[in-house]
């Protein structure tokens, strides 16, 4: 029985429409016909991009490797559908104190080759988060002194000062073989070691991937036996393969795809709000003519979200009522009402007169490429010419487009950029944001005050008058603004059962079965 431990704060489930799975017959029922076909036990997945490696440290945003590693690798704990928690390699767990749990870890448990789990290996997946530049932030609070195994079924992980964000961060952690590690090569990158559904057989890099079912996984044995992975990086071409029935899901399909999709009557198109917002970050520095809060104020007036929705996701998603998804846990329903900077040309122009910035001035736009963003950033360039200001769009490749936006003193005065947190509340996301990252250069005494006040808070009802705090100088101070709930896309054979999204697009491949 797992124990609950007060507010987690890590939303782990963004459901499509979960379908029942298929039971099979119970013992001395009939035998099926002869002529009754087999159910399928091998799925085809289009994917948008390569996974790049196995680590289980990851490969920097790149989601179709949390896609894949998901079905190989197993975490302490998830959340199910209904944001509950689930034990995956914890069986259990306890808080002692406002900075120490105490994990019960599932006995019997082997890895894909077959060695035996235990919980040193948990303590050296953290040890390797420590050492990696990205899932460092995961254990940067951890209290190495006082994280410690305790038998071979159990680990203490304790932190140095409460924080509302550690608890849900581990949810994040990919477990893996402290032995299989040590001895590889290559750092699992080719050849990974897990507890998870699913073993890699074949990678065929930037083309396809084969995942089989792993006979020593201690859960419920998967329907699917096979997973084929098929990487297609042009999405109208990941549409043509799920029209042809060359796959039996299409991930991250473009938006004008939809209808088309819904048009076959063998095949289910779903959308779904993803934990982020569509949002751009204004530089408020001396570097930027931003820095003038009137300027950002008419610019934010000036941006048609209902016109990005409609030219850049055919109409479909949510436009953003506040500069989170309504999917965060601490998401306040009262935004929703109030007038999050709706498009308002004539009050724009108030704003750009207040501003006393002349009229002919450009800005600079940057964005990494996307075609959505790119769309997005076009009409908020018009926007921005409708107040006599000149804007010009500068695309940089995406892996170097972060270190840009990082820049203030880069010649940028807008940054395109996709915002949410791993979390799911307000103040992790602007800490990493604004704070760690520095992406807008905004960062009075009082918003720094708020968010680190805000983040050692470990209920919810204690952190929302911090809350409220950043959400207020946020939407009045404009660092960052939001336009549209970021919508994903995917299309799918009628056949598949089980079907549903968890967290970002990842889809548990163990849960689906064929009719």
Known sequence: MVKRIGVLFLAFAII??????????????????????PAKTTVN????ADPGSFNPMGAAGNDSFAQVATQIYDRLYIFDN???????????????????WVFKLRKGVKFSDGSDFKASDVLFTLQLCKDDKTNGLIVQLMDWSKTKVIDDNTIQIAYTEPNAVVFGQLQSVFITSEKAYKASPDQMKTKPIGTGPYTLKEWVTGSSLTLVANPNYWGEKPKIQTIVYKVIPDASQRTNALLAGNVDLALNVQPSDIETIKKDPK???AVQSKNSNDSFFMNTTEYSVLKNADLRKAIAYSVDKAGIQKAAYSGLGKLATANVPSFFKDYDK???????????????????????????????IISNGGKEQMIAAQIIQAGIQKLG??????????????????????????????TGSPNFIMPDLF????????VSGYKPDAFVTAIKTALKQTDLAKMAPYTK??????VNDLPHFSYMETPLFYGYTNDLQGYSVWSIHVVPVRLLSFK
């Open 431 to 438: 800490n990493a944001y604004i704070l760690n990252l520095g």
């Open 389 to 418: 200001l000149n804007a010009k769009i500068v695309t940089y490749d995406p892996s170097v487009f972060s270190k840009n936006a990082m820049d203030a003193k880069g010649g940028w005065d807008i940054a395109m950029w996709s």
């Open 267 to 269: 095949l289910t198109a």
């Open 16 to 37: 499509f429409g979960f379908a029942a799975c298929s039971s099979p017959a119970p013992s001395g029922s009939a035998a099926p016909s002869a002529t009754a076909k």
């Open 334 to 364: 009262a935004w929703a009402s109030k007038d999050y900077y709706s498009y308002n040309i004539d009050k724009a122009k108030e704003y750009f007169a207040k501003s006393k910035v002349p009229a002919g001035t450009t800005l600079t």
């Open 45 to 48: 997945i289009a994917l948008p």
């Open 469 to 474: 705090q950043v959400y207020d100088m946020l």
């Open 82 to 100: 209904n944001m509950k928690e689930v034990p995956q390699l914890a069986e259990s767990w306890e808080k002692k104190d406002d900075v120490t």
